[in-house]
């Protein structure tokens, strides 16, 4: 038991500093007064029984190796929730340009959805931790994808682990087309974009300054005329 909570410190610490520099994105873009591309942001390290199935799953033997720490890239795991389908590529270009990770992997299950219906981008990274014996670099996923794609994600997964991952036909099939009508969703919504973005610029200027915020509306109702 020491063993292991010596082996996932430094992926419990990489999940609560990325949390914080992550959240750090939402929070300029929102000081910029311009669409954020991140909605809100979670992180867990895999927990140990997960670690367990994943390793049975794959044949590698159950305990703190680099052999677990290559073959299981998602002991830290961050998960980048967005509005809007375009914002993914935002939020995985600012990744690329950052200088505390390295992007290293990327896989696109939004162009290529998986079977189950699944979509999101996934992206694997190197970040470096720093502990009292030195840097350490592990690897952490990062799930980025819209509201919608986490809504069914969600569900799916607890049904998943209802069944045991061994669904009814039925229940695979009305998820399937529960995942299309996410999609479509995701494509209403985009249809709409601007309009939705400058009702939540004048929702956010309202909330700091109802003066101005109504002063805005006026004017957009002269502009409207
Ligand atoms: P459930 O039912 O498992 O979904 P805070 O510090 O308050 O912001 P906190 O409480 O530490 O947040 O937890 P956070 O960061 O809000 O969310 C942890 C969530 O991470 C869990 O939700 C998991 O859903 C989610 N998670 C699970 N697996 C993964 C994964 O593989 N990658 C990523 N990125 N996230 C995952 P809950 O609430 O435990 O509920
Ligand atoms: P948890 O409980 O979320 O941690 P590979 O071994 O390369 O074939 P692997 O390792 O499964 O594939 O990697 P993949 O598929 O790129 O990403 C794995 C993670 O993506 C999963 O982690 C899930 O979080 C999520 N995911 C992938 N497919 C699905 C799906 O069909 N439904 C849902 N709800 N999530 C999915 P874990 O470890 O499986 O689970």
Same mark, same amino acid.
């Given at each position: =038991?020491?063993?292991? #909570? @010596?082996?996932? $410190?430094? /992926? +419990?610490?990489?999940?609560n500093e990325l949390k914080v520099k992550l959240k750090g994105i939402r929070s300029q873009y929102e000081l910029e007064d311009v669409h954020t591309p991140?909605?809100? %942001?979670?992180?867990?390290? @895999?927990?140990?029984? !997960?670690?367990? *199935?994943k390793t049975l799953e794959k044949g590698i033997p159950f305990e703190p190796s680099d052999e677990l720490a290559t073959e299981l890239p998602d002991i830290a795991g961050l998960r980048i929730m967005c509005q809007f389908v375009s914002d993914i590529q935002s939020v995985v270009e600012?990744?690329?340009?950052? #200088?505390d990770l390295e992007v290293i992997e990327e896989r696109d299950y939004i162009s290529n959805k998986k079977? !189950?219906?699944?979509? !999101?981008?996934?992206? &694997? %990274?190197? /970040?470096?931790?720093?502990? %009292?014996?030195? $840097? +350490?670099t592990i690897l952490v996923e990062i799930q980025i994808r819209t509201l919608a794609m986490n809504f069914w994600?969600? &569900? $799916?997964?607890?049904?998943?682990?209802k069944y045991e991952s061994a669904l009814p036909e039925e229940i695979s099939i009305r998820l399937e087309r529960a995942a299309e009508a996410a999609f479509?969703?995701?494509?209403? =919504?985009?249809?709409?974009? *601007?309009?939705?973005? *400058?009702?939540?610029?004048?929702? !956010?200027?309202? +909330?700091? *300054?109802?003066?101005?915020?109504?002063?805005?509306?006026?004017? #957009?109702?002269?502009? @409207? +005329?």
């Open positions: =038991m020491p063993q292991w #909570n @010596k082996f996932l $410190e430094p /992926y +419990k610490q990489a999940v991140v909605e809100f %942001i979670t992180g867990r390290v @895999k927990p140990r029984a !997960s670690i367990y *199935d600012i990744l690329r340009q950052r #200088n079977a !189950s219906g699944y979509r !999101s981008y996934h992206v &694997i %990274i190197n /970040y470096p931790v720093q502990t %009292i014996q030195g $840097e +350490k994600a969600s &569900i $799916e997964h607890s049904l998943n682990y479509r969703l995701d494509e209403e =919504m985009s249809l709409i974009r *601007d309009e939705i973005q *400058d009702a939540q610029q004048y929702f !956010s200027t309202y +909330k700091e *300054d109802p003066t101005r915020g109504y002063i805005d509306q006026d004017q #957009n109702a002269r502009r @409207k +005329k």
